[in-house]
């Protein structure tokens, strides 16, 4: 039942119980009233000519059966109210725990919601730091004798190539002079169509079998021209360290 269905019967009650108030009062009174009348009272005499039914007045045990209804309905309309108040409290305590509910679950939207922005700071933080590290641990070569000579001994220790500073930069100065472009056209490689090329004059086809992965292919490359030339001299003679004339 409603609240309002509730209210409405508890106003239709109180007319009720109005209307039955008045008419326990009316027989109140008509009961009082016969009481004062002695037993031996005498009547008037009425006319003899009237002939009608006899008037039967209420006494108290119908005026106790309405009290009796009257309290009844006192005792119905309470607990109406009692039962309006129920569904009332029933209806706010279902709409504070709907509340609750949704603001814990928008609080835990928020945290998750937090959570996942830090991860994805962090993980960018690290990727930050770490290229800032690689960055700082990547050495910096000079474009010049100096920096290929030794770009060329980094990379000859990563593959396992022998050979020392002192040993390259002797046997370029001898081979080329520290020129990059140098090219041999007299000798007997020339004459046979492969004349030798770069810092370290290396031909084509050597340069070709010895080239070290990670370098230019271009002879002329500077370090590539001293990697494949330090990779065929460890091949022939142990390490470039041990030439020291044409090879």
């Known amino acids: 039942m409603s609240t309002s269905s509730i209210y409405s019967r508890l106003r239709r009650l109180s007319k009720t119980q109005k209307l039955s108030a008045a008419g326990v009062s009316a027989v109140a009174c008509t009961a009082l009233s016969l009481s004062l009348v002695p037993a031996h009272a005498e009547t008037p005499a009425e006319p003899q000519a009237a002939s009608a039914a006899p008037v039967v007045i209420a006494g108290l045990p119908q005026a106790k059966t309405i009290q009796a209804s009257i309290i009844e309905q006192h005792s119905t309309a309470e607990k109406l109210v009692k039962a309006a108040d129920a569904v009332k409290a029933k209806h706010a305590a279902a709409a504070k725990a709907k509340a609750v509910a949704k603001a814990k679950a928008a609080a835990k939207a928020k945290a998750k919601a937090k959570a996942a922005a830090k991860a994805k700071a962090d993980v960018a933080k690290r ?121």
């Not at 990563?158 to 100065?173: F, K, V």
């Not at 004349?195 to 010895?210: D, E, K, R, W």
């Open 127 to 247: 990727s930050s730091q770490a290229a800032s590290r690689s960055a700082a641990r990547t050495p910096v070569y000079a474009d010049n004798l100096n920096g290929w000579i030794t770009e060329a001994l980094d990379i000859m220790k990563a593959h396992g190539i022998p050979g020392s500073y002192d040993g390259l930069h002797r046997n370029i100065m001898r081979e080329s002079t520290g020129n990059p472009n140098a090219v041999n056209g007299w000798d007997v490689n020339a004459q046979n169509g492969t004349p030798s090329c770069g810092l370290l004059q290396v031909i084509q086809p050597t340069f070709n079998a010895y080239h070290v992965s990670g370098t230019s292919t271009n002879i002329y490359d500077p370090v590539a021209n001293i990697t494949a030339a330090a990779n065929y001299a460890a091949d022939r003679y142990g390490s470039i360290d041990n030439v020291n004339s044409a090879y």
